[in-house]
């Protein structure tokens, strides 16, 4: 059974910086991209970032690109999102997902291609 486990949440000031990452356990194969979502109390969930596996192109939502980057080591079959210059704004849970047919950086990302998700990982950003 494949799972996704995500690490790296917390608290911080705004100006900060966390490092979220997620770890895929349970297939032999790696997907053909992954991504990080966010979702805020009463907002919609969001896609924030995703990767190609095998080019390893990328592709950011507006409000985060120059501040997120999204990153994978493939021989951990692991997954990154560093993220820099936090804002308040940028509080919420924050999952991982990967996909076995989503092959492009299409934007937004749709969820219902991504077959598996993690649990969420909550990002706090004070002012």
């Known amino acids: 059974q494949v799972q996704l486990v995500e690490s790296g949440g917390g608290s911080v000031q705004a100006g900060g910086s966390l490092r979220l990452s997620c770890a895929t356990f349970?297939?032999?194969?790696?997907?053909?991209?992954k991504a990080w979502f966010r979702q805020a109390p009463g907002n919609e969930r969001e896609g924030v970032a995703v990767?190609?596996?095998?080019?390893?192109?990328?592709v950011y939502a507006d409000a985060v690109r120059g501040r997120f980057t999204i990153s994978q080591d493939k021989a951990k079959n692991t997954m990154y999102l560093q993220m820099n210059s936090l804002k308040p704004e940028d509080t919420a849970m924050y999952y991982c997902?990967?996909?076995?047919?989503?092959?492009?950086?299409?934007?937004?990302?749709?969820?219902?291609?991504?077959?598996?998700w993690g649990q969420g990982t909550q990002v706090t950003v004070s002012s």
């Open positions: 349970g297939v032999s194969y790696s997907s053909t991209s």
């Open positions: 997902a990967a996909s076995f047919r989503v092959n492009d950086g299409a934007w937004p990302p749709e969820a219902d291609k991504y077959n598996y």
């Open positions: 990767i190609v596996t095998d080019d390893g192109s990328t």
